[in-house]
């Protein structure tokens, strides 16, 4: 149950990138624009991440930790608001800070625990496969538009040019799609894998 419940925002999102894909008319051209910018917010996330993980982990003391994470965040806001700016939408802001804490959340509550480490390390390692792997494809890939037509895509109103993603948003969409799903995957077999060592230590620890 935890591990569908850890898994069901990713499934959520993956399955509005097949909707919208498919049929985008439902949900407004403006919709595409979210998607852009949600996998902007995500590979800064899974960029910043790393570090400030590694940071939250460390042996330094609380005041140099703290400093460090407020550094490194004050520095990737910028970053995200620039985009925000381009865009003229401000909601990647905030969303930011609240996916860096779902991010950290093991960090945070585990650190000093054996394997905390390691544990954040392997999540980070799966995201940036599972993003690098989906944008190579939606490039590489010969995608369908399906119902982003031209008009849907001139609605669309995406800022920029030269951009595989921006001239052809049904690409970014089908990578959104292949990147949510895969790290939903990753949620359930991670807990899942959790969940059975954990009854295993149990099973096998001597009574008392």
Known sequence: ?????????????????????????????????????????????????AFMGKITVGSSGRAWRTLGIIGLGAGYSAFVAAFCFVFGEWWPLPAFWLLILNRLAGALLHKGEPGAARALGLSWAAAIVAYLGAALLSKLLPIPRLGVTPDIQAAADLPGSGIIWIEEPHRVLAAAALYFTLMACWEFVRLRVAAWSIWASASTRPPA
Do not use: K, N, Q, T
């Open 1 to 49: 149950m935890a591990a569908a419940l850890a898994a069901a925002p990713d499934v959520l999102i993956a399955g509005f990138c097949v909707a919208l894909w498919v049929a985008p008319e439902r949900f407004g051209a403006g919709a595409i624009r979210y998607v852009v910018l949600l996998m902007v917010l995500e590979f800064i996330v899974v960029h910043s991440a």
